[in-house]
């Protein structure tokens, strides 16, 4: 089983950063992509940045250029870079690994953890 461990998150003030790490039970680099959403109360779940097995990656538009997301496959860990943090970044944010093989498509989800952007 595929499990994904999200950290990082807590209360931080407008303008501060943050560093949230995904860590997976299995190695990373056979998913075809790993990445980052976020989800907040009454909003529908958006994408904040992806990463491919071959390192290129992409980001939604509300966090580009304030964010970046690296991997490690020798930690089976994500990371997921944000600076320049804004009320609107409050959100929970969800670890997604994504794999298609064998003509199964699999998508796995972490519990996520919180980001309250506050002053």
């Known amino acids: 089983q595929v499990q994904l461990v999200e950290s990082g998150g807590g209360l931080v003030t407008p303008g501060g950063s943050l560093r949230l790490s995904c860590a997976s039970s299995?190695?990373?680099?056979?998913?075809?992509?790993m990445g980052w959403y976020r989800q907040a109360p009454g909003k529908e779940r958006e994408l904040v940045a992806t990463?491919?097995?071959?390192?290129?990656?992409n980001y939604g538009d509300f966090v580009k250029g304030r964010s970046a997301i690296d991997r490690d496959d020798d930690k089976n860990t994500v990371y997921l870079h944000m600076n320049n943090l804004k009320p609107e970044d409050t959100a929970v944010y969800l670890c997604?690994?994504?794999?298609?093989?064998?003509?199964?498509?699999?998508?796995?989800w972490g519990q996520g953890t919180q980001v309250h952007v506050t002053s």
């Open positions: 997604n690994a994504y794999e298609n093989g064998w003509g199964t498509e699999r998508t796995y």
């Open positions: 299995e190695s990373i680099f056979r998913f075809n992509y």
């Open positions: 990463v491919a097995s071959g390192g290129s990656t």
